[in-house]
């Protein structure tokens, strides 16, 4: 399982990033939905009530988003005051996601850098745009230049966001250009998504192992003997870390090394830097 926090400006193009990314095949978790999910619960729409009075909800008891935004962006004390409410919450949800998933997924998150990366969080891509280039597209929501700023004014400058980020895609060309690199990105989250470590047992792990590492289809191999009753053939267990897809291939090239057996794991979670290390030996 590979996990990429998702995040950007707004207007940056963050949302297009995830909609190319689950046309891509990745599991997509939208953090806002889970927000919005989180305001259905009676306890939450009490906490906003006992904080804010009965403006933020209609005459039938129900969250009204609207009015909850402009309370907590009228200062800094009420903008924390609902960080600190929310995502607890939002984080522990996505976290019961997570749990039910495999392969790679996206989880789109506003206020990544702000509420704190998770642990389940593999890598991170941020998406931004200068100002110009938001404002043509917030302008089609109904967002001027002082509502963003006043979604803003309390978020982490830029320049710090892209210092926290293991990915950085600038959208301030071509719609083309954008899918081009959002897409480069997402076929290594895919590759990643799907490794695992494969074990082979073989009579012959040396031939073997290199035939693999020639072939580009294993990374970071390792052979450890097996022990046996005496007199009986040697065989060693091969381990190497490769890519799902590429199942095939190596089965075919181990079978004709006369493998007796080959198995394939897909663990929950890698270091990244042992995947991406893994990654860069293997076949694209």
């Given at each position: ?5 998702l ?9 297009t ?20 999910e ?15 009075g ?13 009015a909850?935004?402009a ?8 903008y924390r005051?609902?960080c ?5 919450p ?27 990366i998770?642990?389940w969080v ?14 043509r ?5 109904g ?9 803003e ?11 926290l980020?293991?990915?950085v895609?600038?959208?301030?060309g071509s ?9 480069a990105?997402?076929r ?15 009579e ?27 007199g009986?053939?040697?065989r ?10 590429r ?11 006369g493998?007796v ?7 929950r979670?890698?270091s ?7 990654l ?5």
């Amino acid at each position: 399982m590979w996990v990429i926090g998702l995040t950007g400006d707004i207007g940056a193009g963050k949302s297009t990033a995830a909609r190319i990314f689950d046309a891509m095949g990745a599991a997509v978790i939208d953090a806002d939905a889970v927000v919005r999910e989180l305001w259905r619960s009676p306890e939450m729409i009490e906490a906003a009530r006992s904080r804010w009075g009965g403006d933020v909800t209609d005459g039938k008891g129900r969250f009204v988003a609207a009015a909850a935004a402009a309370k907590a962006f009228s200062s800094e004390e009420e903008y924390r005051w609902l960080c600190s409410l929310l995502h607890p919450p939002v984080f522990r949800e996505i976290g019961r996601h997570l749990a039910a998933l495999s392969g790679w997924i996206v989880v789109e998150i506003p206020l990544l850098f702000e509420a704190g990366i998770p642990s389940w969080v593999d890598e991170t891509l941020y998406v931004t745009a200068g100002a110009e280039a938001r404002g043509r597209r917030n302008a089609g929501r109904g967002l001027d230049g002082k509502a963003i700023g006043e979604r803003e004014r309390w978020l982490l400058p830029s320049e710090e966001k892209r210092c926290l980020s293991h990915f950085v895609v600038d959208n301030e060309g071509s719609v083309e250009s954008f899918s081009e690199a959002i897409s480069a990105l997402g076929r290594d989250f895919a590759d990643l998504g799907g490794m695992g470590r494969f074990e082979a047992v073989s009579e012959a792990p040396e031939a073997l192992k290199e035939a693999l590492l020639d072939r580009r289809l294993a990374a970071l191999p390792e052979i450890r003997p097996l022990s046996g009753e005496e007199g009986a053939v040697s065989r060693s267990e091969l381990r190497f870390f490769g890519l799902a897809r590429r199942f095939p291939d190596v089965e075919r090239l181990c079978r004709s090394f006369g493998v007796v057996s080959l198995l394939f794991e897909e663990p929950r979670r890698f270091s990244r830097c042992l995947a991406r290390r893994a990654l860069k030996a293997l076949a694209r």
